[in-house]
């Protein structure tokens, strides 16, 4: 019996957690359903965004289809994102024996929404 994981495409949270190879962060600009300035980025390469901590109350605002829970995550190839407050400071550790990544983490708001994944698993 063959069983396909299933993947989230987004993520809204209030507080979240990224990893990468490479993190690149964009020109902010004023995002409309917001209303307010916004900062975009891209994580490439490996990348994992998972919430830290929830929003209150627990709505999604971009995405109706986003994942609001408390340890929810996504990962892809690419996966493109933005939040109220700029990235803060990057530190780079070890993400394999062979590979580097880079890692931070973002609070305000964040939307982050997978653009390119890796073959889907089955286990």
């Known amino acids: 019996m063959e069983l396909t994981q299933r993947f989230l495409q987004s993520i809204e949270c ?33 990348a994992i965004a998972k919430i830290l901590e929830e929003l209150n109350p627990k709505i999604s605002i971009i995405d109706n289809n986003s994942a609001l829970n408390m340890g929810d995550r996504i990962y892809g190839k690419l996966i493109e994102g933005l939040s109220t407050r700029p990235i803060p400071g990057r530190s780079v550790g070890p ?9 931070s983490e973002v609070s305000g708001f964040v939307y982050c929404k997978v653009i390119s994944r890796y073959h889907e698993v089955q286990i």
């Open 14 to 46: 209030k507080k979240a957690g990224l990893k990468a190879r490479r993190i690149n962060l964009l020109f902010p600009d004023d995002h409309e359903v917001l209303k307010c300035m916004v900062y975009h980025w891209k994580l490439q390469e490996s």
């Open 95 to 103: 993400d394999s024996s062979k590979h580097r990544a880079q890692f």
